[in-house]
């Protein structure tokens, strides 16, 4: 199983800040990697897929990067709207899809 | 727009089968482009996939949660479902489908299910 671990487990920062958010691969997973951003009360919704590409209606402000192992998810401005907890998930395992534990955004 | 909603009891006895539906609108299930699966989450955990199903009826598990769990598509419902066997208390979470195209792009709202005597 290929385990990802997500970093920081917590981050705290201001509205307009930049946030740099982690995830590592056990194992190579190519750019087989997405992101997803959860709001309390509320179903994941996808960001990015396969590292680097911008799902549908997603703002400008998220890009992701990395290949390999090592994957970032990058909010170059935050909104008061993306305070919330963001997952990255691989699909390089078929059919075993496996998440990260998270990483929570919080305002500080 | 496509729609996914999920639907079921909201509570289960320990040791007795969890079942769940997922009704798709706005979208066919019957799509060659894409899977359907379910994934829970734990309350203030993370997100753990359980299982995938194309419309054909072709499945594929969690091995963690092999043994115990069934997934099964009604093409001319426009639904899926999902029955887990055996539950426990550690079975106690949000319940979620949704469609898996590249990675899971479509989610339905999500049901909680509560394992409790």
């Known amino acids: 199983e290929i385990v990802l671990t997500q970093s920081p487990a917590t981050l705290s920062l201001s509205p307009g800040e930049r946030a740099t958010l982690s995830c590592r691969a056990s194992?190579?997973?190519?750019?087989?990697l997405a992101w997803y951003q959860q709001k309390p009360g509320q179903a994941p919704r996808l960001l990015i897929y396969d590292a680097s590409n911008r799902a549908t209606g997603i703002p400008a402000r998220f890009s992701g990067s990395g290949s390999g192992t090592d994957f970032t998810l990058t909010i170059s401005s935050l909104e008061p709207e993306d305070f919330a907890v963001y997952y990255c998930q691989q699909r390089s395992n078929w059919p075993s899809y496996t998440f990260g534990q998270g990483t929570k955004l919080e305002i500080k | 727009q496509l729609q996914l909603q999920e639907s079921g009891p909201g509570l289960v006895k320990p040791s007795e089968t969890l079942s769940l539906t997922c009704t798709v609108s706005?979208?066919?299930?019957?799509?060659?482009?894409?899977?359907w699966g379910w994934i829970r989450q734990p309350p203030g955990k993370g997100l753990e996939w359980i299982g995938s199903i194309y419309y054909s009826g072709s499945t594929y598990y969690n091995p963690s949660l092999k043994s115990r769990v069934t997934i099964s598509v009604d093409t001319s419902k426009n639904q899926f479902s999902l029955k887990l066997s055996s539950v426990t208390a550690a079975d106690t979470a949000v319940y979620y489908c949704?469609?898996?195209?590249?990675?899971?792009?479509?989610w339905g709202q999500g049901t909680t299910v509560t394992v409790s005597s």
């Open positions: 949704a469609r898996l195209a590249l990675s899971w792009d479509v």
């Open positions: 194992q190579s997973v190519s750019s087989y």
């Open positions: 706005g979208g066919s299930i019957s799509s060659s482009s894409y899977y």
